[in-house]
Nanobody, 119 residues
């Protein structure tokens, strides 16, 4: 079991920045990849990938955030950050931290943190 706690969400103006943090506890050796997903609050909007980072440091980003967002892991490897720059109103969403294990496809989710970007 992996427990995830996110922090750092809030309100920002367009063009501004926010930094999200996520700390994992429990079976922290069981997962290989950490990441961020988001879900916009509109009818029919599904949760979508924002960025992921593997235990080896490989990263992947959604096209919509490339060049603006940066994902990184802490030295303790149980923490993941999302630095969000040049924020746009369409970045407004609930952001969820995720861990994933390649060996058994186990996935864990945080409770989510709200990010609101005003124009």
């Amino acid at each position: 079991q992996v427990q995830l706690v996110e922090s750092g969400g809030g309100l920002a103006q367009a063009g501004g920045s926010l930094r999200l943090s996520c700390v994992a506890s429990g079976s922290i050796l069981s997962f290989n990849r950490m990441g961020w997903y988001r879900q916009r609050q509109a009818p029919g909007k599904e949760r979508e990938l924002v960025a992921t980072i593997s235990s080896g440091g490989s990263t992947d980003y959604a096209d919509s955030v490339k060049g603006r967002f940066t994902i990184s892991r802490g030295n303790a490897k149980n923490t993941v950050y999302l630095q969000m720059n040049s924020l746009k109103p369409e970045d407004t969403a609930v952001y969820y931290c995720n861990t994933y294990s390649y060996s058994n496809w186990a996935s864990s989710w945080g409770q989510g943190t709200q990010v609101t970007v005003s124009s």
